[in-house]
């Protein structure tokens, strides 16, 4: 339809061009569009004209109220969509389009069709599919029916149906219908699975959307609950079933329940109770219940256990007892653990044993005077117990461990070393009764008191090895030394101990032989002079010999009681000027200092001429005195003999000294020549220390002269020659007297002779004349001045 408006003056209007409903480009007459077009698509091209030749403008209007899906460009034409499109919703479009040249305007109302295009999946109706099918319906039996739609037009349209696959498909579906059946061959069962889930599937023909081929489905779940059949038969639940009967149950105690189920439990049948056999006419059943329960008084039972057949059978609609199941109630007849374990003795029952028996019994030792036996009234497991001893570790045992009712009990010895008197008197244990398998774990004790009496196993013992005594010398007779003390742990006489002593010494020395206090002699007085060391053996013994040793060691300890003695109150000595003399005291004390002597000079004459040394007692002049002239000068006398008084003192406490009168004769000597000679002047004072000195030259020459002597016989020998033998010539005469004339020595001599000069002859013998006169000198206690003389080689 065409409406034109006439506005303005001029003539003509303009005008759209008609170019058919299939165009797109004109006035949108019969203008159709597919509702899967894009947001933005240009859709059309509006065509007209002015008859005079003016520019024409485009519109588009919408009815008030109804939504705006296109737009148009005033100046082209071109309409572009700018609202989605949904056929479902709405599949005609009613727009007002118009044209002007700026005076007319011309108004035309055009419907635009929205076509189809596959966008809508099918929709199942009536959901959910929730279907009740009995469990014996017949395979291929229609068990309902589904139905979906689609709202596309044409193939997009048309809805077809088929089940998801699955390995225990028990349904199947007409794919046009959507009726739902059985699959054949397959029955379905409520005891197995008593509610499937099948899913459905809805398609489409499928169909154009946006340029390409589209296919929708949608799926749904049906649920089907079989319902049960009444096609299997009852069952008892919790088998095996036990019962018991205890002695306090009466008639009529409920002794055990049994139950049983109906098998279609989708639809159960009461259950009837019925006892087949195994009774003994002392067991009743409640038929509706199960409850089993005793007719008869628990001692009257002659059996100890019962194996009752138990019947349970469904009742029909018409009370028959349809479908059964039979089961065994196994009821033991037990006993109530009411009863601990009691310890009995020879009386009855007991909670002490008590014994007395000798220390240290043998291992393995059974004590045969305990009596005891353990009871428990109870039977089984009830009256099932173990024992043991509870005190000192691994001392006893007990036999048996486990008992079942009753026992003998029987204590054995295991450490003998654990049963001393000396450890304590009396033994206590505890005898324990504890029930092994039951709850209640009732238990018994009993004291084991074990009183010992005591044995000499045990030998004195010294509280020490060996003891250390020191006693002051000149202590009186009687004196106490040390006390000994030895321990013996056994009882009685057995441990009453007595000593003795014995060894190098001991005679004098007394022990007590009760107290073991050790003490001098009466008639004995110790002296460290005469000996300061003893030891000896104490010996500790009990009334049957046993014993044991320890030594004694006593120190004498020194006093001072002797007081430092000179040789002689008046001691005469010789001094060559520049060698010392000594004096010596002796001091008969044991030790230091007791019998260490210092010296010193208490008076002189001349005063300041001497001086001492404190500890060696040598005497010598004051180091201004150097030649004869200096002591003549001082003495104004041709005889220089001195004269001092000495004083030996020791450094004992109390202090004990001596002094003795020292006349000194001063003379002076040259050196000298030879070593030997030497020696003999330093010996003046020591005449015995000289004599021994020579002794040993001689003794050395003799040897020597031996050992050459032997040496050349065994040359000889070897030769087989005769060597003459070789005399020295009569030495040179000399002033010495015939009877001092060396005699001639075979062999050795002359070859010694052979290798010396005149001289050295010479000078030998002046040294052997000096040593002579020396030795002379020395005999007579030097009493004389040396004298010079020609024999003796002094100047």
Known sequence: MFVFYHIGQSDYAPYFYDNGPSSTNGNMALFSISEDTPIGTLIYVLNGTDPEGDPIRYGLTFEKGSKEYFRVEPKSGNVTLIQELDREKQDEISVLVSITDGRNKVVETVRVFVTDANDEPPQFQNLPFIIDVPEDTSPGTSIYRVQAVDKDMGSGGSVSYYLQTSPFAKFTIDGHSGILRVKPGETLDYETTPTHFVTVVAKDGGGKYKGKHQ???????????VVDAQDMPPSFVGTPYFGYIYEVSVPGSEIFTVYAKDG???????????IMNGSDGVFDINSTSGCITLTTHPSLLKNELYEIKVKASEVGPNNQLLDYDVTTVTVRVVDLNNHPPTFYGENGPQSKFEVTMYEHPPAGEILRGFKITVNDSD?????????RLVGPSRVLRVVPQTVLNEAQVTIIVEDTSGIDYEKGPTLSFKLLAVEIDTPERFSATADIVINLLDTNDNIPTFTSEYYIARVPENSPGGSSVVSVTANDP????????KYTIYGSGSDLFAIHPMSGLISTQPWTSLDAEVRSKYNFYVKAEDSE?????????????DMNDHSPIFDDKLLEKTMIIGTPVKVEAVDEDAESPNNVI???????DPDNAFDINSNTGEIQLKPYIKSMEIVQNITKQKDCKWSLVVQARDRGSPSFSTTAVVNIDITEATPLKGPMAAFLMKSRDNPLKAL???????????????????????????????????????????????????????TISGALASKGSKKAKSSRRKEGNISSALVSELKMKLEQKIIESNQGGYY
């Open 379 to 387: 039977q089984g497991a009830n009256a099932k117990f173990k024992l």
């Open 692 to 746: 021994g000195m020579v002794t040993v030259i001689i003794s050395v020459l003799v040897g020597v002269t031996v050992l050459i002597s032997t040496a050349m016989y065994m040359r000889n020998s070897k030769s087989n020659r005769i060597m003459p033998v070789r005399t020295l010539p009569p030495p040179p005469p000399s002033n010495t007297r015939p009877t001092d004339r060396p005699r001639a020595v075979p």
């Open 215 to 225: 296919v929708m489905t949608s799926t749904a779940t049906i649920t089907v609950n």
């Open 264 to 274: 279609d439990q989708g639809n159960p049948n009461p259950m009837h109770y019925s």
């Open 490 to 497: 056994d009882s009685g006489r057995w441990g009453e101990v």
């Open 545 to 557: 010999g046993k014993y044991s040793l320890a030594e004694v060691f006593v120190t004498v300890l």
């Open 598 to 604: 210092e010296y010193s000079i208490m008076t002189a």
